[in-house]
């Protein structure tokens, strides 16, 4: 139902919740029956879990305490929950969508909940309820905000002033999983374990764990986080999940313990489309250039394959669908590589820090952080949307100015704090901050847009730490109407 990522305002699930819309069938991951004796009181602080004193009865035992709802079960790691104490009395975690879904999640304690999905029980007339709203929403051509109109009458200075507290919130957010993400990786690798981690808890080890500076030199984790992170963002909403899942298949250990002579593009590119699934069969292409280009691949893959022992995946992992075709995962491979290559062969981690300790002007380093972003189109993927299509205009851009703004402002600088932080370096860390208040992204979102025509900051929105502090707002406030726990909204309603 909700496999398009469209969200339903959580307000509406909890609503769901407690009139219990649903058939009491729930079962666990492993077949344990799960009955909703009581949902619970609903939450009015501003934070914790949405429910309270809920009693739910699992097997043969009844537990009390805290239920948290959410659109996604990959919502449990987005929003911090797994980080913050509050979530401990957790005996139940609700997704609304069984998409990605696994059977648990893990408290900041080190304790495994379990999850179950909401949506296979709905009953009838709410689930064509949900379906009738996501089709509204997708209709609708701006964001729907209750201030519209309404904020005019306030100082653009006590605008952006409120909103830059949520840009930095939000910087802080994403440092603070990255931190949390390192440990895991230093955690996976002093076990000499893969991912994905099916019958060990390393959660419980990194909260009881005390990490040492040292163990945060190793350039791998670095490279990895950064990989990851990087890979997920040229997923976008429809393909990240399983951008980062190959990612985390073809992990740069592997990658880095490649033969010197097999470190380049195009082996990259091979690893990437092979375990994909995605190329068809060479014997149903006719195009000979994209034969040849097939067989390049395969050729490639068949020299290195033994040595990987990953998972991989199938062409019905990917969607393409409804994407414009510069957003194929063909076209995001074909950036990837090339992001592998900077990282591995061109020490990219590496020339990014210089490119802080230097302390050169600020927009000498914008333009230096671009150059090193921005990824040419070359080879077959510059004249091929998919196999055997060509496009009209050749691809000149790879990864274009737009997005790489997104991985500086998203990915490289909270990366790049985190590090200064840990490794105490106090001046590197303030000019990252510096250059987040001051950044000047040269593209908005749609997001964005509607948002800064609401709020009538249309010269702003451009300033990163208001473009983000808008997203994040939108996110905690707008979209759940928390209008009266908003600076602006007390302001208009009162």
């Given at each position: 139902?909700?496999?398009?990522?469209?969200?339903?305002?959580?307000?509406?699930?909890?609503?769901?919740?407690?009139?219990?819309?649903?058939?009491?069938?729930?079962?666990?991951?492993?077949?344990?029956?799960?009955?909703?004796?009581?949902?619970?009181?609903?939450?009015?602080?501003?934070?914790?879990?949405?429910?309270?004193?809920?009693?739910?009865?699992?097997?043969?035992?009844?537990?009390?305490?805290?239920?948290?709802?959410?659109?996604?079960?990959?919502?449990?790691?987005?929003?911090?929950?797994?980080?913050?104490?509050?979530?401990?009395?957790?005996?139940?975690?609700?997704?609304?969508?069984?998409?990605?879904?696994?059977?648990?999640?893990?408290?900041?304690?080190?304790?495994?909940?379990?999850?179950?999905?909401?949506?296979?029980?709905?009953?009838?007339?709410?689930?064509?309820?949900?379906?009738?709203?996501?089709?509204?929403?997708?209709?609708?051509?701006?964001?729907?905000?209750?201030?519209?109109?309404?904020?005019?009458?306030?100082?653009?200075?006590?605008?952006?002033?409120?909103?830059?507290?949520?840009?930095?919130?939000?910087?802080?957010?994403?440092?603070?999983?990255?931190?949390?993400?390192?440990?895991?990786?230093?955690?996976?690798?002093?076990n000499q374990l893969?991912?994905?981690?099916?019958?060990?808890?390393?959660?419980?080890?990194?909260?009881?764990?005390?990490?040492?500076?040292?163990?945060?030199?190793?350039?791998?984790?670095?490279?990895?986080?950064?990989?990851?992170?990087?890979?997920?963002?040229?997923?976008?909403?429809?393909?990240?999940?399983?951008?980062?899942?190959?990612?985390?298949?073809a992990d740069i250990?592997?990658?880095?313990?490649?033969?010197?002579?097999?470190?380049?593009?195009?082996?990259?590119?091979?690893?990437?489309?092979?375990?994909?699934?995605?190329?068809?069969?060479?014997?149903?292409?006719?195009?000979?250039?994209?034969?040849?280009?097939?067989?390049?691949?395969?050729?490639?893959?068949?020299?290195?394959?033994?040595?990987?022992?990953?998972?991989?995946?199938?062409?019905?992992?990917?969607?393409?669908?409804?994407?414009?075709?510069?957003?194929?995962?063909?076209?995001?491979?074909?950036?990837?590589?090339?992001?592998?290559?900077?990282?591995?062969?061109?020490?990219?981690?590496?020339?990014?820090?210089?490119?802080?300790?230097?302390?050169?002007?600020?927009?000498?380093?914008?333009?230096?952080?671009?150059?090193?972003?921005?990824?040419?189109?070359?080879?077959?993927?510059?004249?091929?949307?998919?196999?055997n299509k060509p496009?009209?205009?050749?691809?000149?851009?790879?990864?274009?100015?737009?997005?790489?703004?997104?991985?500086?402002?998203?990915?490289?600088?909270?990366?790049?704090?985190?590090?200064?932080?840990?490794?105490?370096?106090?001046?590197?860390?303030?000019?990252?901050?510096?250059?987040?208040?001051?950044?000047?992204?040269?593209?908005?979102?749609?997001?964005?847009?509607?948002?800064?025509?609401?709020?009538?900051?249309?010269?702003?929105?451009?300033?990163?730490?208001?473009?983000?502090?808008?997203?994040?707002?939108?996110?905690?406030?707008?979209?759940?109407?928390?209008?009266?726990?908003?600076?602006?909204?007390?302001?208009?309603?009162?």
């Amino acid at each position: 139902m909700t496999s398009n990522k469209s969200r339903i305002p959580e307000e509406v699930i909890y609503q769901i919740w407690e009139k219990k819309d649903y058939s009491n069938g729930f079962l666990t991951s492993d077949g344990l029956k799960v009955e909703i004796l009581d949902p619970g009181q609903k939450n009015v602080d501003l934070a914790g879990p949405d429910f309270h004193n809920a009693r739910i009865r699992i097997g043969n035992l009844t537990f009390n305490g805290d239920v948290e709802i959410d659109n996604y079960q990959s919502d449990w790691r987005s929003h911090g929950h797994h980080l913050n104490e509050r979530y401990n009395k957790l005996i139940l975690h609700i997704a609304l969508s069984e998409e990605s879904h696994h059977g648990y999640v893990i408290t900041q304690s080190g304790r495994k909940v379990y999850s179950i999905v909401l949506e296979k029980y709905l009953n009838e007339p709410i689930r064509k309820k949900l379906l009738e709203h996501l089709e509204s929403v997708k209709s609708e051509e701006k964001v729907r905000m209750p201030c519209v109109g309404l904020s005019d009458k306030l100082e653009i200075k006590f605008k952006t002033e409120y909103i830059k507290e949520f840009g930095l919130l939000r910087h802080r957010k994403k440092c603070e999983r990255y931190l949390h993400r390192l440990k895991e990786l230093i955690v996976l690798n002093k076990n000499q374990l893969k991912e994905p981690v099916v019958k060990y808890d390393f959660e419980k080890e990194i909260q009881n764990r005390q990490f040492v500076t040292d163990e945060f030199e190793d350039k791998l984790i670095w490279q990895q986080l950064f990989y990851e992170q990087v890979f997920e963002a040229l997923g976008y909403s429809k393909n990240k999940n399983i951008m980062l899942k190959l990612s985390n298949a073809a992990d740069i250990k592997f990658l880095s313990g490649l033969n010197q002579d097999e470190k380049n593009v195009q082996t990259y590119e091979s690893i990437l489309f092979c375990l994909s699934g995605i190329p068809p069969d060479i014997n149903k292409i006719p195009d000979e250039e994209t034969s040849e280009y097939i067989r390049a691949l395969t050729e490639t893959w068949i020299k290195i394959r033994s040595r990987y022992d990953g998972e991989s995946f199938s062409k019905t992992d990917w969607n393409f669908f409804k994407l414009r075709p510069q957003n194929f995962p063909t076209v995001r491979f074909a950036a990837g590589a090339r992001i592998l290559h900077l990282l591995i062969e061109k020490n990219l981690i590496n020339r990014l820090l210089k490119a802080f300790e230097e302390n050169i002007e600020i927009n000498k380093l914008v333009s230096k952080l671009r150059n090193m972003m921005i990824i040419k189109g070359d080879g077959y993927w510059a004249s091929h949307f998919n196999f055997n299509k060509p496009v009209k205009n050749k691809i000149k851009y790879f990864l274009g100015l737009g997005r790489a703004d997104e991985i500086i402002v998203n990915i490289i600088l909270p990366i790049m704090s985190v590090y200064f932080d840990l490794f105490d370096n106090k001046q590197a860390a303030e000019r990252v901050l510096n250059l987040y208040v001051n950044y000047i992204q040269k593209e908005g979102n749609r997001l964005v847009d509607d948002m800064s025509n609401v709020l009538g900051l249309q010269n702003e929105k451009y300033q990163s730490v208001i473009h983000q502090g808008m997203i994040e707002l939108f996110r905690s406030y707008c979209i759940k109407q928390r209008c009266m726990e908003c600076k602006i909204g007390q302001q208009v309603f009162s």
